[in-house]
């Protein structure tokens, strides 16, 4: 009995501890994650502090820095004593800012955040980088000595032949309305869909020579109202894809078949093995792709995906399920092969496949696995991040040439300074060939830092890119989040690490760009600012010009847009030199960058 007794006690007595706080519970309360203690910055780089939760951050010599859990401060030089605090809890961390120092091929950081920054600049030749954050910043700089504006001398120099005019779009995105969404929620689960829409309309499985009828969408119109009725005869069939062309189109059998095979055993399987397979909503293990020449006329998109698919097919337009222009399958849309056409030849066309079917996939595993199981909100991907992702795709699968993706990363390098990674660009437009070039050389350039991959033979192997890419499409929000979340760190930061990419690779590569070359189409996988002369392969003696970005004049007054990357002129600073940068009400947070030349 006694050992009972004592037993029952030891239990209570655990159980009860188990809910009390012991001893020094409350100090753990508040943890600063980054920096680590006695951290060592130079003066004027942006410093970012993190804490596991939201807390007030001091310094022992700059006072108040900001509240959050996460802030980005610029201390003064000296030995600091950090604080985040609560009302009742707090904890410290030391940390040292030296006084910054000039050496040639470095970088100044300086962030900049208040109505006017000053910095001296002994002399030297610079290059300049800013950075845009949230919103607009209207800007000047001056300086109390003569400086010239001169543009930095090439390290690397070509003879080429640069292209101005814009290309086509490979689609025209769409989101699918919030209507359907809230109509047709959980409408698989309980009663399921037409085992297969095309199935039904003769009763006779699908065939070589079949013909069926489809909904295309008018990317002039969109997907609120009724687009084309194409009429189409299967031309092409495999174990998994269907190949449909359009009955008023006339089409070269041959050619149709090896376009056919190359789709069957080197697009798709490489779009595999790399981001996986997708969502089958019909259940009928086949994937449709449409050719029809109405695009090739209207010259607006090379191709689409259309999300409305994914769900019920409606043509009651009193009814919040109005989908007028769904097939109810997992389908892409294509123009015909035009070999007079470089932006309908068959290689673009292959490169619209690849770049279509990572839109699919991406909407199928982000958006529509989550519908089905119930989700009222399920997520949607950005639409830049999207694109970004489809048009480095064309590079991965060995188009992006003749595919003209090069060219998309062309019209941002020339212009940095009118496009931004997911805002409005300079002129407005939320959708640009600049914006789509800018996002796959940035996500090519995030896949290279996270290990990238190699080539051994025809396929690649991930050496951590490639996964750094697909978990992308399964994460629940947007590539945006994703990336902050995985990185820890936000776009504008890493936006400024692009950027410094962007300026200082000739500089400060140890070794040339190493460039992959796919086996089968001989066209650069690797997707860099620095690839150099490369022909056009349906023009000879065209060419595009990678070397990196086109410098930009900065005026007197400027305007940096929200989340670019714009590289100036360089200064060259004869004597000692004070800089003041001066930004006019409303204030926003923006970073500047100095590349240190060598003279």
């Not at 869909?193 to 699908?206: A, E, K, M, V």
């Not at 007028?324 to 389908?331: C, G, V």
Request: with cysteine; aromatic share 10%.
């Amino acid at each position: 009995m006694y050992h009972r007794i004592v037993s029952f006690l030891i239990v209570i007595i655990v159980l009860w501890s188990c809910k009390q706080p012991t001893q020094g519970t409350l100090e753990e309360d508040v943890i600063i994650l980054f920096p680590a203690t006695n951290a060592i910055y130079e003066e004027e780089s942006p410093i970012t502090l993190i804490a596991n939760r939201s807390v007030q951050w001091f310094s022992s010599l700059n006072g108040f820095l900001g509240e959050g859990k996460r802030i980005i401060a610029k201390l003064q030089a000296g030995e600091h004593t950090i604080h985040a605090q609560t009302e009742n809890l707090e904890r410290r961390i030391h940390i040292s800012v030296h006084p910054f120092q000039y050496a040639s091929n470095t970088w100044r950081t300086i962030l900049i955040n208040q109505a006017q920054e000053k910095y001296t600049l002994p002399a030297g030749t610079y290059i300049p980088l800013l950075c845009g954050g949230e919103r607009n910043v209207t800007l000047s700089f001056s300086f109390n000595t003569i400086i010239r504006n001169v543009y930095p001398k090439p390290r690397y120099t070509y003879n080429t032949i640069q292209t101005s005019t814009e290309p086509p779009f490979r689609d025209t995105y769409v989101k699918i309305p919030a209507e359907i969404l809230i109509a047709t929620q959980n409408l698989r689960k309980s009663k399921g869909l037409s085992n297969n829409i095309l199935l039904q309309q003769t009763g006779d499985p699908i065939q070589i020579g079949s013909i069926r009828t489809f909904h295309m969408a008018n990317p002039e119109k969109g997907t609120s109202e009724p687009g084309w009725s194409v009429e189409s005869r299967c031309v092409a069939l495999s174990e998994k894809i269907a190949l449909w062309i359009d009955t008023n189109d006339n089409s070269n059998d041959s050619e149709v078949q090896n376009f056919f095979n190359t789709i069957t055993t080197q697009i798709i399987p490489r779009v595999k093995s790399i981001i996986g397979t997708h969502q089958d909503p019909d259940d009928d293990g086949l994937f449709h792709i449409i050719m029809s020449s109405k695009l090739n006329k209207q010259r607006l998109a090379i191709g689409f995906f259309n999300p409305c698919d994914f769900f019920p097919y409606n043509d009651d337009t009193t009814n919040n399920a109005y989908n007028p222009t769904s097939n109810e399958m997992d389908i892409i849309y294509c123009g015909l092969i035009d070999a007079a056409d470089q932006a309908y030849s068959r290689k673009s066309i292959l490169a619209t496949v690849a770049h279509e079917y990572q839109h699919l996939v991406r909407f199928s595993r982000k958006t529509y696995v989550r519908f089905l199981h119930g989700e009222t909100n399920p997520p949607i991907e950005d639409s830049a991040f999207d694109e970004a992702a489809s048009h480095l795709m064309e590079n991965l699968v060995g188009y992006g040439i003749s595919g003209g993706n090069i060219r998309f990363v062309e019209q941002y390098l020339s212009n940095t300074g009118d496009i931004s990674l997911f805002g409005a660009d300079r002129n407005g437009a939320t959708d640009s060939a600049g914006k789509r070039g800018m996002g796959a050389l940035f996500l090519a350039w995030l896949m290279e830092e996270a290990g990238g991959f190699l080539l051994e033979g025809t396929n690649l192997t991930d050496n951590g890119g490639l996964s750094f890419y697909r978990k992308s499409i399964d994460y629940a929000g947007t590539g945006w989040s994703y990336i902050e979340t995985s990185l820890d760190q936000s776009i504008d930061s890493l936006l400024y690490s692009f950027g410094q990419m962007l300026v200082s690779f000739p500089y400060l590569a140890e070794k040339p760009l190493e460039i992959m070359f796919d086996p089968l189409t001989g066209e650069p996988l690797t997707l860099h600012p620095y690839l150099g002369n490369l022909e056009n392969p349906y023009q000879p003696g065209q060419s595009y010009i990678l070397q990196g970005p086109s410098a930009v004049l900065m005026t007197d007054s400027y305007t940096l847009i929200p989340h670019s990357c714009v590289v100036l002129t360089s200064w060259q600073i004869q004597s000692v030199s004070q800089v003041t940068f001066s930004q006019a009400s409303p204030y926003s947070m923006f970073t500047h960058g100095l590349f240190m030349g060598d003279n």
